[in-house]
């Protein structure tokens, strides 16, 4: 399905020419030279960057079982590194780019008895001592606080001794009580929230005095590791200042080290986003404008974008590939979903695509009564997919959404492209103080 031998041509400023191979992560010079072993660096995850040997990087791989709906159907295991429990996707907030609104009218409704019985399926039917990450998902989660507050001891229980629970809130049903159970259970809270460019989302919870400090105090217990907590950031059409939302999230709580990161670029999950001129209808001067921003926003000025933690990581994970010579047989799906030990269920044992679609559209994977039989028949991996199999920047995209097709994976793969062929060059940069300016090759991109 991979042509491993497809390379492609750095062109740089003075014109000099690098050669990118992303199947086989070779990045060389023209005399053949493997870059990256001259000069090993990366960035430190920090709000205070700087580049260092990177003594640290780490290989993640593993074995990849490219899911196909008709020829490879995905299977799941009873024993999940990681699980994702969607409590609902009720929400009390309308973003303008929610990449679940589209899916509210097939999930699940559930009650007090669905939990208990979830309780018990989860006895019956998953072993969880391996289970090093659970991840409490709405809607807004926090609408579900009784049936958090139940499970979590309950899942500390059974899974590893070390296991994280996560959260990603809007921060506007945030309480002490919450904040006091979080530290208890040394959860990792993620509040989606795009600084100036949070009008696309609806009232500011910060604006409120009370909130505030409630976030505040996330903040501090965030630096004394009694718990995690950043902000998560969508770039959207209206938000690509960089250098102005770092200055917003640090000016707004007087304070350097504010913990940012981002979810990435917005995706088109339904025509309504597709077609959004304010959120994700990126056409290709806009895309290519955005490109611009985001190496420059690397590079350029305050580097705003190395606060980022996102950012850091992608870079980094973009340097260990060239470090390990990751072949494209071990890179997976950017959001997981296609390994067999990535496990989302409902409050009534039905399993899905991911955490963020209800049971249409053939994203009812199965049932936990039946997990031998659930197949993922959704979705397909990047491998399948004429552009991803020709892309330059497939290693830090890794095909974006698995389930996407026609208008909204079309839309999506513009907007991804251009995100991550900024960051690429940005790496690069930073690599070889090189400024990439075009790349040839086999480039495939879908039609908008």
Avoid at 67 to 85: A, S, Y
Avoid at 106 to 111: E, F, G, K, P, R
Avoid at 159 to 180: A, M, P, R, W, Y
Avoid at 268 to 275: F, G, P, V
Wanted: net charge negative.
């Amino acid at each position: 399905m991979i042509d491993k031998t497809l390379e492609y041509t750095l062109i740089c400023e003075n014109n000099e020419k690098l050669f990118y191979n992303p199947f086989i992560s070779t990045l060389k010079d023209e005399m053949g030279q493997n870059i990256y072993e001259k000069n090993p660096i990366a960035v430190e995850k920090s709000n205070d960057f700087y580049i260092y040997t990177p003594k640290d990087l780490k290989p993640h791989y593993h074995s990849i079982n490219p899911i196909h709906p008709i020829w490879n159907p995905g299977r799941k295991v009873k024993d999940p590194g990681r699980l994702k429990i969607q409590l609902g996707l009720k929400c009390n907030y309308k973003c303008e780019y929610c990449s679940q609104s589209s899916f509210v009218p097939a999930a699940s409704v559930t009650d007090d008895d669905d939990l208990e019985n979830f309780i018990q399926l989860l006895d019956k039917r998953l072993d969880l001592e391996t289970c090093s990450t659970i991840e409490f998902w709405g809607g807004e989660p926090l609408l579900y606080w009784k049936k958090i507050k139940k499970l979590t001891p309950i899942l500390k229980e059974k899974c590893h001794e070390d296991v994280g629970f996560t959260l990603v809130t809007n921060g506007s049903l945030l309480t002490q009580e919450k904040i006091d159970f979080f530290k208890q259970y040394n959860f990792s809270v993620v509040m989606s929230h795009d600084g100036p460019g949070y009008h696309l989302r609806g009232p500011d919870p910060l604006d409120n005095p009370k909130k505030f400090a409630l976030v505040q105090q996330l903040i501090e217990a965030n630096e004394k590791q009694e718990l995690g907590f950043s902000f998560s950031i969508v770039w959207t059409k209206e938000n690509t200042d960089f250098e102005n939302t770092v200055k917003w999230f640090r000016d707004k709580f007087n304070k350097k080290n504010v913990p940012i990161n981002a979810e990435g670029v917005v995706e088109a999950y339904d025509l309504k986003t597709a077609t959004n001129e304010r959120t994700g209808k990126f056409d290709s001067t806009f895309a290519k404008e955005f490109e611009d921003k985001i190496y420059e926003g690397i590079v350029g000025g305050t580097k705003p974008l190395l606060a980022v933690f996102a950012i850091a990581d992608k870079i980094n994970e973009f340097f260990a590939t060239l470090l390990y010579k990751k072949d494209a047989d071990y890179l997976g799906q950017k959001c997981g979903m296609d390994r067999d030990d990535d496990l989302a269920v409902d409050l009534k044992g039905n399993i899905m695509t991911c955490q963020n679609v209800g049971l249409e559209n053939n994203h009812h994977v199965g049932h936990l009564d039946d997990i031998e039989n659930a197949i993922v028949k959704s979705s397909q991996h990047w491998s399948w997919r004429n552009e991803c199999s020709h892309c330059p920047v497939i290693q830090l995209c890794q095909g974006s959404c698995m389930f996407l097709t026609g208008q909204e994976f079309a839309q999506t793969c513009w907007n991804e492209y251009a995100y991550n062929m900024g960051v690429l060059k940005g790496a690069i940069y930073l690599l070889t103080g090189k400024k990439v300016v075009s790349v040839e090759g086999d480039i495939r991109r879908p039609a908008l």
